[in-house]
Every structure is written in structure tokens, then in C-alpha cells.
């Protein structure tokens, strides 16, 4: 019986049929492109793939310039910044209230941080939200942003009254905010 049986896989296996032996229609795998590295001869790169981008924040496209009150330039024409800006602020905890495009103006509802939010504690944590203006203006192809305490009659929209008279001025807080936010932070793409 093992007789038979051997005789019969000998059979099967000798065979010889053309079609399983030409591998010319068959798919071929990529050929990869390897590089080593002369210094370290054990790294080796593929250079097949190409990384996908990781922009994570401006880095020396933002400065803020050590003036009072503080102001940033940002190296981008103003529309470009202006996109930026509106995308910087969207992903952070600052809320855009109104924007006016024609201006290069947002309207932001920024809380007040540090020593001003422990003083102003006690106030309910709504009530520590205050509307300032951060302004975009062209200066030699480069954007200057600024920030400042909107006026009374914007500050009515967020707060009461009786908040108006004691709403602190964080402006260089906010823009000190927004320079390590688009310095280190943004994703532009």
C-alpha cells in the first residue's frame, strides 16, 4: 500500500505542465530604493516612501517684538497670515466672537491668565472672559498683529453691565498667547 501510494505522489509531482512554469504575467514586487549612509554603515534609508509633511508651528516665521504694548510679525503676506491666524485661533481655547475681513480683524473672547485670573477668581469663570480686537496690518510684505481691549459697547455682547466696569486689559497676555501658539503649535496642513 505505502508502495502504491509513493508511486502515485511520484506521479503527480514529475508532471511537467508550461503554464505553472512561466512567471512572466505574474505582478513583481516594487524594487525599493536603499541607501546607505557612508558614515554609519548599518543605516540604511528608504528613500521609496516619502515622509509625510509635519508642520507643527511657524518657528522664525513669528517674532514678537519687545515693544509696549506687544505686537507680533509674522513673515507672510497678510492673507496668508490671516489664514493662519484664523486657524491658530480655532485650534486653541480662544474663541472667535465676529471677524471682519476687510479689516483683517477678529473679535476674540479670550480668558484672562496668571495673576489676573487669581484676583479676578472670585467672578464667576464666564465673567473672566473678555472680548479684545487683534488687528492684521501689511508692513514691508511681512504682517504686523496687534491686540487691544475692545470697547465698551462690544463688551456688552459677552458680559453684564455691572462686569464692563471691572474688565481687566490682558492684551499682551493674548498676544503673548498667540506667539507661542503660532510659534509652536499651529497645524497648517
Sequence with gaps: ??????????????????RYRD???????????????????????????????????????????DESPKKLVLKQSISEAWRTVGIALRQSDIKITDTEKSKYSYYVSYKVQGVLK????????????????????SQDGDTLIQAALANRSEQGSQNTNENINHVMDDSEGLIESLYHLLRDDVKTE
Design 1 to 18: 500500500m505505502i508502495l502504491v501510494l509513493s508511486g502515485g505522489l511520484v506521479a503527480c509531482g514529475s508532471v511537467e505542465n508550461a
Design 23 to 65: 512567471t512572466t504575467a505574474l505582478e513583481k514586487p516594487p524594487t525599493l530604493a536603499l541607501q546607505k549612509i557612508p558614515q554609519n554603515p548599518n543605516v540604511i534609508i528608504d528613500d521609496s516612501v516619502e515622509p509625510k509633511k509635519q508642520i507643527r508651528g511657524l518657528d522664525e516665521k513669528v517674532v514678537l517684538l
Design 118 to 137: 487669581n484676583i479676578l477668581g472670585a467672578l464667576n469663570e464666564d465673567d473672566t472672559k473678555t472680548i479684545y480686537l487683534i488687528t492684521l496690518t
